[in-house]
């Protein structure tokens, strides 16, 4: 009988052997299986930064792309020589990976020269607190162009973007605020693109104004107020002629003579601009009333003086 006793103990270590060598490969398997799938795949970072504005724009690559391609080959074909896809990617540098408050006009040096394009003399039309207004104007008479009608402008309008330090680099569910820090990404953007813009600027510019806001129609904080006015060249530019636009009905906060109005006088005069000031430009006053026809402003002999 010691022979059969010692076959049951050899069986029963040869199972227990089996057992753990079985244990060991599903062990190795499972690693392996776990490094495979993660392997690659750029880890979300629960590290990105939380700011109070809107995150990046989604798709921005397809959307600066396609409103890039969309302005050389449908609205301004004679540009065709420009790259928008080294424009995209110098757009992408200028944040991608970085700190968005942390943004310098060299970022955005390379963007600015490889989008920039001559603006014909007596065209550029210059706004604050008007946009909707500016817009819709030079949709409509196209011996004018406001910075959107150009093609750093026109690629940029309404879109918000910002980069981060941690992995994939882009922040799509938050951007700083101007309140949070002065040199964030869109904030540097818009200060240099305007910069650009007044300084090629040249013959007779407009500037559309609002004298329905509370504010001042003139405001020094303004990029108009503290960026365009100080960049526009007085050897290449003869005359500034102001726009002072009220809303139909709204309150007339201020005219061509108020306070704001004789401070940017003075700027312009001191920068030895000749300045002009008319209230309610009457071809603008004319798109304010599509939407207002009925109202007194906008029948036909409503700025006329009464027959004696
Ligand atoms: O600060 P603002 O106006 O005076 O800036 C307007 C002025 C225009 O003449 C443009 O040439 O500066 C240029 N500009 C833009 O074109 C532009 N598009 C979109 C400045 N800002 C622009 N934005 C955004 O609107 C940007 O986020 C900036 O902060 C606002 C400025 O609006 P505003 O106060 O009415």
């Known amino acids: 009988m010691p022979f059969q006793q010692g076959s ?3 069986r029963q270590r040869t199972v227990l052997l089996v057992g753990i060598v079985v244990l060991l490969v599903v062990l190795i398997l499972a690693v392996v299986l776990a490094s495979l799938l993660t392997h690659g795949k750029p880890e979300v970072s629960p590290k990105m ?3 109070k504005d ?3 724009t989604k798709n921005l690559q397809e959307v600066i792309l396609g409103r890039c391609y969309n302005y050389i080959m449908a609205r301004y074909p004679e540009l065709g020589d420009k790259d928008c896809l080294k424009i995209w990617e110098s757009l992408k540098h200028a944040f991608i990976y970085k ?3 942390n943004t310098t006009s060299e970022d955005y040096q390379p963007l600015m020269e490889l989008a920039s394009h001559p603006i014909p003399c007596n065209k550029s039309l210059f706004w604050s607190r008007t946009k909707d207004l500016a817009h819709r104007y030079t949709k409509s008479n196209e011996n004018f ?3 959107e009608d150009t093609l ?4 940029t309008d309404m879109i918000s973007w910002c980069g981060d330090p941690s992995a994939p680099g882009i922040n799509y569910e938050s951007c700083p605020k101007r309140s949070e820090c002065e040199s964030n990404p869109t904030s540097v953007f818009w200060k240099m693109a305007s910069k650009m813009f007044a300084r090629e600027a040249c013959g007779v510019v407009q500037v559309m104004l609002n004298g329905s806001t509370e504010a001042g129609a003139f405001r020094n904080n303004s990029i108009f107020g503290s960026v365009e006015v100080f960049n526009l060249n007085p050897d290449k530019v003869s005359a500034v002629h102001i726009w002072l636009m009220h809303d139909i009905g709204g ?3 201020e005219s061509c003579s108020g306070h704001s ?3 940017l006088r003075s700027i312009l005069e001191e920068r030895n601009f000749t300045m002009t000031c008319e209230d309610n430009y009457r071809p603008v006053q004319l798109l304010q009333c599509v939407q207002n026809p009925d109202h007194t402003d906008c029948q036909p002999c409503a700025n006329a003086t009464a027959a004696p």
């Not at 750093?152 to 690629?155: D, I, K, N, P, Q």
């Open 8 to 10: 049951a103990r050899t």
């Open 49 to 51: 930064m939380k700011w």
């Open 54 to 56: 809107r995150g990046t």
């Open 99 to 101: 700190n968005p408050c």
């Open 145 to 147: 162009l406001t910075l």
């Open 152 to 155: 750093l402008g026109y690629m």
């Open 251 to 253: 309150p007339q906060s």
């Open 261 to 263: 109005i004789m401070r």
